[in-house]
């Protein structure tokens, strides 16, 4: 896969390549220049496909940093067979969505998939995905940065909503749509369930230790809210904590290991699936089966607030589920009923809790 880190063009002062690449000499090529990123467009259809070829064309996709990009289409790359990459038509022929990820963009090595999908919302097809094997400048909440190395599923896909009011809910259903495609690949495999965990609001955990996490960003446009999702899921890697597949040899003698392109395709059809019920019916329709997945109901936690007289004191308060709005719902030891906030300043949501009196 390190054949095509990243190309060989410079925006500024592009060579004169020969109008047909070979597939040999692709890989071969993108060896000799680090300074730019390699995205792979690809399509489950006919239409999808005519998608990419326009994009290409017209060479409108940017990164926020104005790197330099290649475009390449899937037919014009060969399929890489070292272990660790992304199988674009093993996946693209497994996904049976209507709408979610049949446009693929792939990376051998990004920054990240998310700002390739945000900076570049208006010029996608409303669904697209973009994956890399490897991403170096990935993002999380409170502009939180890392490196993600092979083995690691890593994702970020487009969609549009025009209630504001439920955007910020939209987290929850990515969450539980992961944990229930996991599920599912387990059935399907006649395996028990992991036991994959959400931790209110975005990440994912697995035996007590954070395995994944979901980055939610919008923009408001036209009267519409383009939303961009980013995932990150530890499939591979054992260190520093734990993956996927290390879980689930504990559990079974199987051989079976879990791939990258299964998660994606189930994560996607849960995905449309949960997302169709939350647009019809809203959340509620879906908080029942949340709440038995998350690791909150029941939980005990302690808020610390600071009198009038400056003293601090310790206020215990009982997780019972969600707000409308999305908070956490928690009962005080009077049973009065509140609404639990992050504070905006503490790492862990649960470090820093601040409440609010429901009526």
């Known amino acids: 896969m390190s054949s ?20 040999r000499s692709v890989s071969v090529l993108a060896m000799e220049n680090a300074s730019s990123s390699l995205l792979i467009l690809c399509g489950k259809s006919p239409v999808e496909i005519e998608i990419a070829q326009s994009l290409k064309n ?76 490897v991403q170096f400048k990935g993002r999380g909440r409170s502009k939180n ?3 993600s190395p092979k083995g690691c599923l890593m994702f970020s896909f487009t969609l549009q ?3 504001g009011r439920v955007v910020p809910l939209l987290q929850y259903v990515v969450t539980l749509a992961m944990t229930e495609a996991m599920n599912a690949i387990c059935d399907a495999n006649g395996l028990a369930h992991l036991g994959l965990k959400i931790k209110w609001p975005n990440d994912l955990y697995l035996n007590g230790l954070k395995v994944g996490g979901v980055l939610c960003t919008s923009t408001y446009k036209s009267k519409k809210f383009n939303v961009s999702i980013g995932i990150g899921l ?18 079974s003698s199987d051989t079976y290991e879990l791939r990258r392109e299964d998660i994606l395709v189930a994560f996607f059809k849960a995905f449309e699936n949960l997302f169709g019920i939350f647009l019809r019916e809203g959340f509620q329709a879906l908080e029942e089966l949340y709440c038995k997945t998350w690791l909150h109901s029941g939980q005990r936690v302690v808020i610390q607030e600071r009198r009038d007289d400056q003293r601090v004191e310790d206020v215990v308060v009982t997780i019972q589920g969600l707000t409308t709005s999305g908070y956490l719902l928690g009962f005080g030891e009077d049973n009065q009923m509140y609404e639990l906030h992050p504070d905006g300043n503490s790492f862990d949501f649960f470090k820093g809790l601040i409440r609010r009196k429901l009526q």
Request: proline content about 5%; overall charge negative.
């Open 145 to 147: 940065v890392w490196e």
């Open 4 to 23: 095509l880190l990243r190309f060989l063009v410079s925006t500024s002062s592009k060579p004169n390549l020969p109008s047909q690449i070979s597939k």
């Open 58 to 133: 017209k060479k409108n996709l940017k990164l926020p940093d104005n790197s330099d990009l290649v475009l390449l289409l899937q037919s014009e790359m060969e399929e890489l067979s070292k272990e660790g990459s992304f199988r674009i038509k093993y996946y693209l022929s497994s996904l049976s969505t209507g709408c979610f990820g049949r446009f693929l963009i792939w990376s051998p090595r990004l920054t990240s998939t998310h700002d390739v999908v945000s900076h570049n919302f208006c010029e996608l097809p409303v669904g697209t995905v973009c994956v890399s094997d």
């Open 234 to 251: 530890n499939v591979d890697n054992e260190k520093p904590t734990t993956c996927l597949n290390a879980a689930l040899r504990e559990l």
């Open 161 to 163: 909503m025009e209630d």
